[in-house]
């Protein structure tokens, strides 16, 4: 019985880390490379950049009833009072800023816009699946890189296979696959310690038996 249980979960598990490798790839609408070092992403910019998921608190200085908390909807947009369906992904918050003090120019008398991501939607975090103690969707900040994201979700579990993780990552050709050894970078192997990027998915199999 216990046996019939463990297959029953193994199959489950596989099927889950399958759903979220698609997740990552497939959006992309293009076919995976596997690659020994992994290239930067296509997020490579130092400011924060706004994606679908990402919640925003907009301030708009002295007007108390324009300021709003919003959610970036997954068509990219927001909607706050006097700005409808505003592009917001892709936008660095500053930019995202000036472009509402824009429209809201057109009512007010120079307006002053912040903006500022209380959380973190699916594309601007780190998802790791697979034989981690803690398997969790991180999110990015600048300077990650794969140890830190390694030693938050608690290590590797007793069933991993370290040195056959993958990183699944999306750059300017598409997606690409990049094989890591983790339990050589948790050895000391510094040069497996890559920086990681937004919407990057780390995959952690089982060992073999």
Not at 71 to 96: E, F, H, N, W
Not at 183 to 206: Q, R
């Amino acid at each position: 019985m216990k046996s019939h249980l463990r297959i029953t979960w193994l199959l489950f598990r596989n099927i889950i880390i399958g759903a979220l490798i698609c997740t990552a790839g497939c959006a992309a609408g293009s076919s995976g490379t596997i690659a020994d070092r992994c290239p930067a992403s296509l997020t490579q910019s130092s400011e924060y950049v706004i994606g679908p998921g990402d919640r925003l608190q907009i301030v708009v200085w002295r007007n108390e009833e324009l300021s709003a908390t919003v959610p970036v909807r997954p068509d990219g947009k927001i909607s706050t009072p006097l700005v409808d369906d505003m592009v917001a992904t892709g936008r660095s918050p500053s930019q995202l800023a000036d472009e509402m003090e824009s429209v809201l120019s057109e009512y007010l008398r120079t307006p002053e816009v912040s903006v500022i991501v209380v959380s973190q939607g699916a594309a601007n975090q780190i998802q790791v699946v697979g034989e981690v103690t803690a398997p969790q969707s991180l999110p990015h900040r600048e300077g990650l890189r794969l140890l830190d994201v390694i030693v938050t979700v608690g290590g590797l579990n007793e069933f991993a296979a370290g040195n056959r993780a993958s990183l699944i990552r999306q750059v300017e050709s598409g997606q690409v696959e990049c094989r890591v050894r983790l339990k050589d970078l948790l050895s000391g192997d510094m040069s497996e310690n890559i920086v990681m990027y937004p919407g990057d998915v780390l995959v952690v199999p089982e060992t073999r038996f």
